[in-house]
């Protein structure tokens, strides 16, 4: 198994996972929401990708990030992102396109039930990067022990 070392960044970074909700523009014709840098969304977007037609009874994700902070937005249809950070877990269902889960530090993050219509678009603060990458359930919960007997 590879093993990255941890940086003094993630030391720093807390693990964090927040529901956001953004202003819906609506009029008779509809509805519209407009997301900006350091507005709406907390970070500089370098990199946007849309997860669609996922295959019933299909999970996705099963890895954290060490650094990356990213923004999940079901655009269309529905998914359940499972999260866990520092031994707390958490699901947050996503069905509206005016919700956005932030999730930032070491988190790790499933994507359960997709519907089939979903359309699943993440927003993310880092170009793509294998290297930031923890792959496996495993070296996610030492890196975490790591990080936390190096605050004590
Ligand atoms: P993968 O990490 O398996 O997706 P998920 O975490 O949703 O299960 O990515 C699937 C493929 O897409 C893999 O070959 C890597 C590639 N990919 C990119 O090229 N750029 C990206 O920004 C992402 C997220 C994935």
């Excluded at 089939?116 to 993310?124: K, M, S």
Aim: proline share 4%; aromatic share 10%; with cysteine.
């Amino acid at each position: 198994m590879q093993y990255h070392p941890i940086s003094h960044d993630i030391i720093l970074m807390e693990a964090k996972t927040e529901l956001l909700s953004f202003p819906i523009h609506g009029d008779s014709r509809g509805s519209l929401i407009a997301l900006e840098c350091f507005e709406e969304i907390p970070f500089a977007i370098k990199r946007i990708y849309y997860i669609f037609g996922t295959q019933k009874n299909t999970p996705r994700g099963f890895h954290a990030h060490k650094e990356l902070k990213q923004i999940l937005i079901s655009v269309s249809g529905s998914v359940t992102i499972h999260c866990e950070q520092n031994s707390c877990k958490r699901k947050y269902f996503l069905n509206s396109p005016d919700k956005g889960l932030l999730i930032e530090g070491l988190v790790w993050r499933e994507m359960h039930d997709f519907s089939p219509d979903c359309v699943l678009l993440v927003l993310a603060n880092q170009h793509y990067d294998e290297n930031d990458y923890i792959r496996t359930y495993e070296e996610f919960k030492k890196i975490v022990l790591q990080s936390l007997n190096h605050e004590e």
